[in-house]
């Protein structure tokens, strides 16, 4: 058995079809299809040890990662277990999710703050309002009286 393939052309002999229509599974295989399956684990899966084997597995067999879980850079990729490194990507997640709500608390504090103070500049309070045209109100009716009595007096000055 060579290989899983075999490089020889199909029935047609035609390159133009491309490679996908020249693969081709090797004899020996289509022969005895029980070939594939090769077992080399000492445990099996019916075995009551198997999950205990899994996961020691996954706990003591070190690898790199790439950094697309947040951790390590492409020159210093994290090394470690499957299981550390799972551990590893949910505390990093962990602490940014908690880094991002403190920061949005923070933004929500200043922002009611400044609502705070633009309400307090930009509202319209009525009864200071109504104040101030009641003090308008009468600061115009004597200022009325004033220049009335001043046309009086010229009036009589203009009599004399």
């Given at each position: 058995?060579?290989?899983?393939f075999s490089d020889r052309l199909t029935g047609s002999g035609s390159q133009v079809t491309g490679l996908a229509a020249r693969i081709d ?9 029980s070939a594939l399956v090769k077992i080399t684990a000492t445990t ?117």
């Amino acid at each position: 058995m060579g290989g899983l393939f075999s490089d020889r052309l199909t029935g047609s002999g035609s390159q133009v079809t491309g490679l996908a229509a020249r693969i081709d599974v090797n004899g020996a295989l289509k022969a005895d299809p029980s070939a594939l399956v090769k077992i080399t684990a000492t445990t099996l899966e019916s075995d009551e040890t198997r999950p205990s084997f899994l996961v020691a597995a996954l706990q003591n067999t070190g690898r790199f990662f790439k950094p697309a879980g947040g951790l390590g850079t492409v020159t210093n990729p994290f090394q470690g277990s499957v299981l550390s490194y799972a551990r590893s990507v949910i505390v990093t997640q962990t602490n940014d999710a908690a880094t991002a709500q403190q920061i949005a608390e923070g933004q929500e504090a200043v922002v009611t703050q400044l609502q705070a103070r633009f309400d307090s500049v930009a509202a319209v309070n009525i009864d200071e309002e109504m104040t101030l045209l009641i003090q308008l109100q009468t600061a115009y009716g004597a200022n009325a009286r004033v220049m009335s009595a001043v046309r009086e007096m010229l009036d009589m000055l203009r009599q004399m």
